[in-house]
């Protein structure tokens, strides 16, 4: 059999499994980005139970492995009368340990921006809330942006762990294909060629036009 072969027999199989982890991606980014948000906004309160709330949050979700997380809501959860679809647990481990890194980043952005820019918003008699959506938080996604261009890549790279709990991604797929076929070189090679070519072309192009669009709205370029 020539690789040529290969693909066209099983082609198909590795675009169902590219299609999941595609769904998977989005499920588990759109939910890292929320959780980051808010509990990177929390990290910088005031009220001490609600930044508390938050670093147990953070340090729980990036002091444990992403892979026992996964294994503790698909095994654990069910002895305590909780199931979760396979599918739904892998985005949630995902997102939820993923959006505690971004937390970091969300402060850690917010922070960074210039002491004027602050003191700019405070004598413009701005609230609070419209000082952080139109002074503050604009600056912190172009300082966050490059970081979390590498976060968001990481978190493709996370959903691979999925296959283990037997969601038909793209690794389920290519691990049940080396499997029957043994042809490892091919079957994982393939694999590999797609998320590089999904974090190389993909990822990568659109976070740097997202660093270019924000550099302009804020006339930085």
Not at 29 to 48: C, D, E, P, Q, R
Not at 63 to 85: A, E, M, Y
Not at 108 to 129: D, F
Not at 151 to 176: G, N
């Amino acid at each position: 059999m020539t690789y040529l072969s290969f693909l066209s027999e099983y082609g198909g199989r590795f675009i169902d499994g590219a299609i999941v982890t595609g769904l998977q991606f989005f499920c588990s980014l759109a939910l890292a980005t929320v959780l980051a948000h808010i509990f990177g906004l929390m990290l910088l309160s005031s009220n001490l139970g609600i930044k508390a709330a938050a670093v147990v949050y953070v340090e729980f979700f990036r002091g444990t492995s992403l892979l026992v997380q996964l294994f503790w809501l698909f095994f654990v959860l069910p002895l305590f009368g909780i199931t979760l679809d396979p599918f739904l647990t892998g985005f949630l481990a995902v997102g939820l340990n993923l959006g505690a890194y971004g937390a970091q980043l969300v402060r850690g952005a917010i922070q960074s921006v210039p002491r004027g820019q602050w003191e700019a918003s405070y004598a413009l008699s701005m609230s609070p809330a419209k000082r952080m959506r139109r002074i503050i938080i604009p600056q912190a996604v172009a300082i966050m942006l490059p970081a979390w261009g590498n976060l968001v890549i990481e978190l493709l790279k996370s959903t691979a762990l999925v296959a283990l709990i037997a969601v038909p991604d793209l690794m389920f797929e290519a691990r049940q294909l080396n499997n029957t076929t043994y042809l490892s070189t091919w079957t994982f090679g393939t694999a590999l060629v797609i998320y590089y070519i999904s974090a190389r072309f993909l990822i990568t192009p659109f976070m740097r036009l997202l660093e270019r669009t924000m550099a302009r709205r804020l006339g930085r370029i």
